[in-house]
């Protein structure tokens, strides 16, 4: 019933630009048949673009628009468990970070007691979507603990159990503790032996 409505509006709507319209240049023509820049407007061409700007300007304001899109599109849950003040990482900047995975009561992965942290490249795509979009806001020293929606981690296809490694079901929430624990290529002691390049 909505979009029936709109449809009448619409075809109001170019009836009277076409109204208009055709009384604009029919009145200047009889007043005057010198050319200037209102005559020359008086075509085909000009009364489409009319329309349509006028249509498409009706459309945006009585069309009901959807606000709740850009909610429904997934989201990470932060929870800042500590702050750093170290820099921000650049996009494809190797990032030394700690982290630990879980799924409900599974734990995926934990790095936190390993000798290295894990080293990768910032926005490369080699971890989960939903990390990958949080990264690049962390600071040295940062430790967040990421909230993640199955569609920013493993999807629909969810993860088949290997060696060492358990099934994540398909749609799964991932909760992801990571900690950025360093910039290779911003550490201090680097840069005053190889200097900052």
Known sequence: RGRAKTMHLLQALIL????????????????????SS?????????????????????????????????ADKPQVDINKVKTGNGPLPSVGELAAIRFKATV???????????PEPLYTRVGSGGLLKGVEQVLPNMRVGDRWVLTIPGEL?????????????????????????????????KEPELIELIGDV
């Open 16 to 35: 009277l630009s076409s109204t208009v319209f055709g009384f604009i240049c029919n009145g200047y023509k009889g007043v005057s048949t010198r050319p």
């Open 38 to 70: 209102l005559h020359s407007i008086c075509n085909r061409r000009a009364f489409v673009t009319t329309s349509f700007t006028t249509c498409g300007t009706a459309v945006a304001t009585f069309v009901p628009q959807n606000p709740a899109a850009a």
């Open 104 to 114: 409900g009561n599974t734990v995926i992965d934990d790095i936190f007691s390993t």
């Open 153 to 185: 981690a493993f999807g629909t296809k969810g993860r088949p159990a290997s060696a060492g490694k358990p099934r994540i079901p398909a749609d799964a929430t991932v909760v992801f503790d990571v900690e950025m624990v360093g910039l290779p290529g």
